[in-house]
Nanobody, 124 residues
């Protein structure tokens, strides 16, 4: 079965850290460009970070730059989003998405596969 499964979300205090994982099954993530998106209640989905397939180019939204780090472990067929110095405004459902090929930071509608999402809540 082809799927992406996110994990690692939860409740954390402001200033804390979480590491989200996005594990692929049924296909090889090494063949795909990856994006992390988030959607907060009442807001549109926004791109948080993305990593290209072949050259490893990386993008971060200004709101997370310097705090979040995207990485991929092809041996584990998994992509990670390390989130540090979390803020209440980071509260959202986080999704990973995969698009086959070298498509750097595609618009959300172009991705082939999406995970089910994982809730991140930053609150004291």
């Amino acid at each position: 079965q082809v799927q992406l499964v996110e994990s690692g979300g939860g409740l954390v205090q402001p200033g804390g850290s979480l590491r989200l994982s996005c594990a692929a099954s049924g296909f090889t993530l090494d063949d795909y460009a990856i994006g992390w998106f988030r959607q907060a209640p009442g807001k549109e989905r926004e791109r948080v970070s993305c990593i290209n397939r072949s050259d490893g180019r990386i993008y971060y939204a200004d709101s997370v730059k310097g705090r979040f780090t995207i990485s991929r472990d092809n041996a584990k067929n998994t992509v990670y989003l390390q989130m540090n110095r979390l803020k209440p405004e980071d509260t959202a459902v986080y999704y990973c998405a995969a698009r086959r090929g070298d498509y750097y930071c595609s618009a959300s509608g172009y991705y082939d596969y999406w995970g089910q999402g994982t809730q991140v809540t930053v609150s004291s």
